[in-house]
Every structure is written in structure tokens, then in C-alpha cells.
């Protein structure tokens, strides 16, 4: 194992969660790193706590207890706002349902985060335009969400997980609101840009065909990590 930080590193985490008095145990125990240009399918079924697991290892949410690493610092120690400049630096996301701004153009979607980095206007523009020439998209800059196909909206959003060069993208069920072929593409995007960029991409879904295309499948059930390929 590389002896260099982790991307995301949970280490024995848990998340417990109060629902109308019930204590629900979303993860119990949960130990998973992820390395620098792993590509890694988090796969499970409804409720199985993959969704919970993805929302730690982006620093949405804070473990219970155990420990969680992002690029060796320990999320613990972090105020909230250290927490979102790190996510912000470090984790870029890719979500089923793109999660792009409707009246926004999309150099200036993918520009977003950006923003948040206090990157200034002229460097902003030139950064969002290179993310989107590397999906593709360097014909629909000023284009809004509505005026662009299902499949090329997901390109969008992964230029965004990419523009601050993150040292990890969470694509969480991205093929989900796709059609076969745009998904296709979609998952060959984020291979090609994987293995290129040697930026670690964890996809979280359902979908054992979209997992299958993963070099690691890590399978989660109740809570708990049932099998991990990439494990001894």
C-alpha cells in the first residue's frame, strides 16, 4: 500500500441518525481508503448506506464516530468553514440529477466553485473553458442546461467536479436519469478521464453494470462493507 495520503481514507466510521425518536444505524463501522487514481463502484441496494458512505467521503456530513481522513487531514479537527474550502479544494462531485443552475451558462456552471476558491474572473473563465473543451462541450459554452441534451448536462457537471482539480470525484448514480447510450458515454468519460488525470473517481450506484466497469467494486449491505475487491 502507498505509504502518501489517501485521497479519502473512513476509518471504523459510523453514522447514526435520530428519526422521529427511532436511532437508525446508516453505517456501522466502516473502513475504506481510496489511493490517487483508483477508479472504485460503491455498489448496493436501496438503504444500504452507500448514499451515507459517498455524503462522508465528500465531507457532506461528518461521521459519528471513527476517523475521516481527506488528503491526510482529519475532517474532525476542521471548523465548517475549513471543511467546505476543503471540499471545495479537493472532492468534486457528479450527481444523478446533474444539480446545474437552470439560468446559468455552462462556463459559468462549471466556473462555480471558482468562485467559492476566490479565483479571479479572467482565470475562472479560462479554467472553466479548458474543463469543458476536456468533456467535449467547447461548442456549447454559452449554452444553458435546457438547451443541452440529458447526456450533455452530465458532461457539464463533471467538468465542474474537475475544474478545481480535485484529488477525488464522487459520482453518485450518474447514469441514473440517462439513456443507455448517454450513460455509456458518460462512464467512458470518467474512465478516459481517469486514467489520463489520475484523479481517483468513486461511483456510487445500484446498477451491477455500472459497477462491473469499475476495477474495485466495494459492496455495501445493512450498514456495513460485505466485500471489497480491492481488499487483501
Known amino acids: 500500500?502507498?505509504?502518501?495520503?489517501?485521497?479519502?481514507?473512513?476509518?471504523?466510521?459510523?453514522?447514526?441518525?435520530?428519526?422521529?425518536?427511532?436511532?437508525?444505524?446508516?453505517?456501522?463501522?466502516?473502513?475504506?481508503?481510496?489511493?490517487?487514481?483508483?477508479?472504485?463502484?460503491?455498489?448496493?441496494?436501496?438503504?444500504?448506506?452507500?448514499?451515507?458512505?459517498?455524503?462522508?467521503?465528500g465531507c457532506l456530513d461528518?461521521?459519528?464516530?471513527?476517523?475521516?481522513?481527506?488528503?491526510?487531514?482529519?475532517v474532525a479537527d476542521l471548523t465548517g468553514n475549513e471543511l467546505a474550502a476543503l471540499r471545495n479544494a479537493r472532492v468534486g462531485f457528479v450527481f444523478q440529477s446533474f444539480q446545474l443552475l437552470g439560468r446559468?451558462?455552462?462556463?459559468?456552471?462549471?466556473?462555480?466553485?471558482?468562485?467559492?476558491?476566490?479565483?479571479?474572473?479572467?482565470?475562472?473563465?479560462?479554467?472553466?473553458?479548458?474543463?469543458?473543451?476536456?468533456?467535449?462541450?467547447?461548442?456549447?459554452?454559452?449554452?444553458?442546461?435546457?438547451?443541452?441534451?440529458?447526456?450533455?448536462?452530465?458532461?457539464?457537471?463533471?467538468?465542474?467536479?474537475?475544474?478545481?482539480?480535485p484529488a477525488v470525484v464522487l459520482a453518485d448514480e450518474p447514469t441514473g436519469n440517462l439513456d443507455t447510450r448517454s450513460g455509456t458515454e458518460v462512464m467512458a468519460l470518467l474512465e478516459q478521464l481517469n486514467a489520463d488525470r489520475g484523479v481517483a473517481v468513486v461511483v456510487v450506484t445500484h446498477d451491477h453494470q455500472v459497477a462491473s466497469r469499475a476495477r474495485r467494486q466495494v459492496f455495501v449491505r445493512d450498514g456495513v462493507i460485505e466485500h471489497d475487491t480491492g481488499s487483501g
Open 1 to 57: 500500500m502507498s505509504i502518501t495520503a489517501a485521497a479519502v481514507e473512513a476509518v471504523d466510521v459510523t453514522r447514526v441518525y435520530q428519526l422521529e425518536g427511532v436511532q437508525v444505524e446508516a453505517l456501522r463501522g466502516v473502513s475504506l481508503r481510496i489511493d490517487t487514481g483508483e477508479y472504485v463502484a460503491v455498489v448496493g441496494p436501496s438503504g444500504s448506506g452507500k448514499s451515507t458512505l459517498m455524503h462522508l467521503l
Open 62 to 74: 461528518r461521521p459519528s464516530s471513527g476517523s475521516l481522513r481527506i488528503a491526510g487531514r482529519e
Open 104 to 165: 446559468t451558462t455552462a462556463v459559468d456552471n462549471v466556473a462555480l466553485p471558482l468562485v467559492y476558491a476566490g479565483v479571479g474572473r479572467a482565470e475562472r473563465r479560462e479554467r472553466a473553458v479548458a474543463a469543458l473543451t476536456s468533456v467535449g462541450l467547447a461548442h456549447r459554452l454559452g449554452h444553458r442546461p435546457a438547451q443541452m441534451s440529458g447526456g450533455e448536462q452530465q458532461r457539464v457537471a463533471i467538468a465542474r467536479a474537475l475544474v478545481t482539480g
